[in-house]
């Protein structure tokens, strides 16, 4: 059995940083690296993807809705074209540097809302699967367990990879719970780390009711804004490893 461990890096901007990316990448097996649209400006894309390549990290595009503002956590309404045009624009700027420090992206992750969009939109999951297929149609899309975009992707000849949360409360249904909500974030090192136990060998996670929820991951989630998270992402890695459980990129 194996399983990825991702986060979202390189969401500093300029003078402001956020997160603990070089200690999280001597945890993590995948980073998805912000685009430019809700967090990451040329230089911090730069650095971390050079210090991804250097520990053999692999890298995914973290695509969003364009809102530094709100860091990429408001729903907006984006023509699909557009937006078709904003991911492919992302994609390819991440790739690019990507490739001129030794590396390449490997897959892609929508951030914040549009993630939580594309669950549920097929319009706009469309339009993500779409700019994937422009670019490279080898990309695999990680995202939630029947998404809108599994099968947007299906219809573009892309492959999708399974993810779950060990840092977020689920709903019954087995979507995230809003982040506004109480409890949507868990801070627990402990509790964290025994939900991506649970996660990889059950396949299930406890949603907020107490209810059971069916999950598959081939790839595991630690949030890199969480406070703590490189405790975090340590305690996940630790509890999998007890637990029998190889840690591997899927990409």
Request: net charge negative; charged share 25%.
């Amino acid at each position: 059995m194996a399983i990825d461990l991702n986060a979202d890096l390189g969401e500093g901007y300029g003078i402001w940083r956020l997160g603990d990316d070089e200690a999280l990448l001597d945890v993590v097996t995948s980073a998805n690296v912000a685009c430019g649209f809700h967090a990451g400006d040329p230089l911090t894309i730069r650095r971390t993807c050079e210090a991804a390549v250097a520990r053999g990290v692999r890298i995914g595009a973290q695509v969003s809705y364009r809102d530094l503002a709100g860091f990429g956590r408001r729903e907006m309404e984006v023509d699909p074209e557009e937006l078709r045009a904003e991911v492919l624009y992302q994609l390819a700027a991440v790739d690019g540097v990507a490739r001129a420090v030794g590396g390449r992206v490997s897959y892609v992750k929508p951030h914040g809302a549009l993630y939580n969009r594309v669950c549920r939109d097929p319009e706009q999951a469309e339009a993500v699967a779409a700019a994937v297929a422009d670019y490279d149609r080898s990309l695999p899309v990680l995202t939630l367990p029947g998404s809108a975009v599994h099968g947007a992707a299906a219809r573009h000849g892309l492959a999708t990879v399974a993810e779950a949360f060990a840092d977020r409360a689920y709903t019954p249904a087995g979507t995230l719970v809003p982040r506004r909500s109480p409890g949507a974030v868990i801070h627990d090192p402990d509790a964290v780390a025994a939900r991506a136990v649970r996660m990889a060998i059950a396949r299930t996670v406890v949603a907020a009711d107490g209810s059971e929820v069916s999950v598959e991951p081939r790839s595991i989630c630690v949030h890199g804004d969480t406070p703590g998270a490189v405790r975090l992402a340590r305690a996940v890695r630790d509890g999998l490893a007890r637990a029998g459980v190889a840690l591997e990129a899927f990409a």
